[in-house]
């Protein structure tokens, strides 16, 4: 893969679909005045550069019965073994994140469950029964009060003083 400069042009391409995956082309070429081809253009160079790596649908957990979010901070007894530890977890559906750490933990687990019990079971039967699981600390999410795709820096937009 070669190196590939994101410019000003890009930068605004990748601000719009941050926000909106779905906002056309169209719309997006003019507010950038350029044509849809130079859109269509850039968003597959961008991805064959793997700067763009898909699009998806966004559901809310909520929605669909998953009514706990929890953060699970894994320790485990071999640091060697992370990959084994990382296939086991990949098994488990109800984790949509999993973070290599630094600090006490060596793992840093997103997990949503349908209630209480069911994350109790998830921890209990499941996670700490993965071989090299030393320990588990469990919080629970009360409330998300920010929820966003990564910032991309629009170089068009002035500061606000």
């Known amino acids: 893969m070669s190196s ?3 410019d000003q042009i890009d930068q605004k391409i990748l601000s719009f679909l941050v926000k909106n995956a779905r906002k056309p082309f169209l719309e997006i070429a003019r507010e950038c ?3 849809g081809a130079a859109i269509h ?6 991805e064959n550069n793997g700067i763009i790596t898909g699009s ?3 559901v809310k957990p909520q929605a669909i019965g998953l009514n706990v979010c929890a953060f699970i901070n894994m320790t485990i007894s071999e640091a060697n073994r992370y990959n084994e530890v990382v296939e086991s977890l990949k098994q488990i559906p109800e984790i949509v994140e999993c973070h290599f750490v630094t600090g006490r ?3 840093l687990l997103k997990v949503y469950c349908l209630d209480n019990d069911h994350l109790m079971d998830i921890i209990l039967n499941t996670i700490q ?6 320990s588990t600390e469990t919080m629970i999410s009360l409330h998300q009060s920010i929820e966003r795709q990564i910032w991309v ?3 068009s937009r002035k500061p606000i003083l």
């Open 4 to 6: 590939y400069h994101i």
């Open 41 to 46: 253009q850039r968003v597959k160079r961008m």
């Open 153 to 155: 820096k629009d170089l």
């Open 56 to 58: 998806q649908i966004l």
């Open 129 to 134: 029964k993965i071989p090299y699981v030393q």
């Open 105 to 107: 933990s060596s793992l």
């Open 33 to 35: 005045n350029v044509s």
